[in-house]
């Protein structure tokens, strides 16, 4: 009894600089936050408590919320599926041990450790429509590329074209989801005929379904709350093309210097994205593997 209340205090012991982090820096602000959602507050007097003025302004008589949110959507249902397929496939590849193999792990999660806005000032410059990298490329296979951060047609793409760059965690945890896999499952799908996609479709998807829906629900979170990479790379633009919900947020509280609104809209994103990951964990649920 006396060694189980001393587990029990050296372990309250050794998480309390955690539970204090996390009352100081994430459920106080929280709450702080949800106060101020309901309040008209200016950064420099005392809040103004107007209920839920804040919300239905949100909902019903903003028509920048509604722009931002539409293009927070529009690069999360592109840039989501086109990121998860490249670290699936990248993680395929690399998912046999060899010096090479590991090289290459680096080489692709390096842009993840790297500053977000140093790797975005250069995708700038690369993607820029006269003397940009990319373009040149193109002009070798008689192509005139577009101007991609500003034309409205392209700068969308931009976005989603250097978010690929990121894929490097999600391709990581695909990876250490396959080498979970017995290496049996293969060999006995090989003599029985199977081929190397076969094998991918009928064990490797299957197997790792867990890791995927995990990879698609982070993947969807962090889209949703995008904001260096537009700040830095377009600005919004060009014609509030890719001003992002996050942005928004941003522009509303220090630009405008309307925090409660600020607040307002990130709990309403907060609500969004809550829901969408409920209905993805509930509608893949069947589908999902826990074998050990």
Known sequence: MKSKRKEARY?????SPWLVGFFLLTFIPLIYSL???LTQYSGSAAPKFIGLRNYTDILFHDDLFIKSLINSFQYAIIAVPTSLTLALIIAFLLSKESKVSNFFQIVFYFPSIAAGAAVFTVAKFLLKGEGGLLNYILSFFGIQGPNWLTDSKWAMTALVLV???FCGSQML?????????????????????AGGMKCFFKITLPLISNVFVFN?????????????????????GPFKKTYM????????????????????????????????????LKSLEKRMNYED
Do not use: C, H
């Open 35 to 37: 106060y101020l959602s």
């Open 173 to 193: 945890i695909f990876l250490a989801g396959i080498k979970q896999i017995p290496v049996s499952y293969y060999e006995a799908a090989k003599i029985d005929g």
């Open 11 to 15: 372990f309250y012991m050794f998480i």
């Open 216 to 236: 698609l629900v982070m993947g969807i979170i962090n889209a949703f709350q995008i904001f260096v990479q537009p700040l830095i790379m377009t600005g919004g």
């Open 245 to 280: 919900y996050g942005m928004y947020i941003y522009d509303s509280g220090f630009s405008f210097g309307r925090f409660g609104y600020a607040a307002s809209l990130a709990w309403i994103m907060f609500l969004i994205i809550l829901f969408i990951s409920m209905f993805i």
């Open 163 to 165: 978010n690929l760059i």
